[in-house]
């Protein structure tokens, strides 16, 4: 039998899938004129609102800022703490540290991976602005338990969406589960660009009308600024691909929650290895990683490298460990050091065939037995 070999996530692949309708996106745009701040923007802008379910979405430069401007937009600044989970990507902390707030890491459930809604409210102070839950790896956080806690005890509810397009709990899709949501299109995302992208998603018309001042120097009308806001704009260009792209996101998420059916039934009862769940009863989850547990990570990640299975690790290092947040060298997260230590991520794809799952389960199957077996 040869190895198979299975990349962790194919972009040529899920890109070249566009090329006909990105040909005509840039065709339209040079055809336009405009490069920012026009008609595909606002377009784009119109339809993932309606996506989502909300009011507004303003399109911004990255994901990062999406979640910084909103932070600024509610006047969060030094002095004031929010909470974020402490097993995240680092641009979470970043949004809050930017902004000059304190990011306090909250733990997570040991089930979901997410914010724990029960260690929450230990962690408010009267410095407290804001929550920033994260739907980690396409999960819905649990917003409801969340949602309570913020309007009792007087919060911002800002969700990160950057893993969660289309990612429901209920009837509502994340990105309308807060008081405003950032989401990220950076390529490799489930909605992804040809480039950096992210928006701000909101029902608040005051808020959507702050960004799109801040996300613009500041300034409504050219040449007058009445705040002094920052230059992050989504490009026409990234906007037009991401119109086509968009159309395309059920069928992906689709893809992505059957491949990870197959690996739950195929995977289910291997030695050591712990399975991912979908998250709350009424979530509907897209995927955006499969990330299984095994005490003997290391391990079982070379074991499937050396059977031509790409992984990944989200994340090797807690923010807290990171040189960047040296003030955090101390804190006492256990979860975060552990599941840094114990996950890892197997390919998702939604452009990943029935074969390609095969080899991986194939794979995961018989390194886990070498494993357990040593
Ligand atoms: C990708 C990501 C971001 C940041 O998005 P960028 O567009 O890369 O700036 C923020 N939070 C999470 C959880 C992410 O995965």
Known sequence: MSAASVPFLDLKRINLRHEAAYAAALARVLASGRVLLGEETEAFEREFAAYC????????GNGLDALHLVLRAWGIGPGDEVIVPSHTFIATWLAVSQAGAT????????????LDPARVEAAITS?????????????PAAMDALREIAARRGLKLLEDA?????ARLGARRCGAL???????????????ALGDGGAVTTDDDALADRIRLLRNYGSRVKYRHEAAGYNTRLDELQAAFLRERLKQLDADNARRSE????YGEALRGLPGLILPDGGPADAEPVWHLYVVRHAQRDRLD?????????????????AHRQAAYGEFAGADLPMADRLSAEVLSLPMDPTLSDEGVAAVVAAVRSACSAIARS
Do not use: M, W
């Open 53 to 60: 379910g909300v009011k507004h979405c303003v399109g911004v």
């Open 103 to 114: 990011p306090v890491p909250v733990e997570p459930d040991a089930t979901s991976f997410n």
């Open 127 to 139: 410095r407290t602005r804001a929550l920033v839950p994260v739907h980690l790896y396409g999960r």
């Open 162 to 166: 950057a893993q969660a397009h289309g």
């Open 178 to 192: 807060g008081d405003a949501a950032a989401f990220s299109f950076y390529p490799g995302k489930n909605l992804g």
């Open 259 to 262: 491949i990870a059916r197959h």
């Open 302 to 318: 070379a074991e499937l490298q050396a059977r031509g299975i790409a992984t990944l690790v989200h994340y090797p290092t807690p």
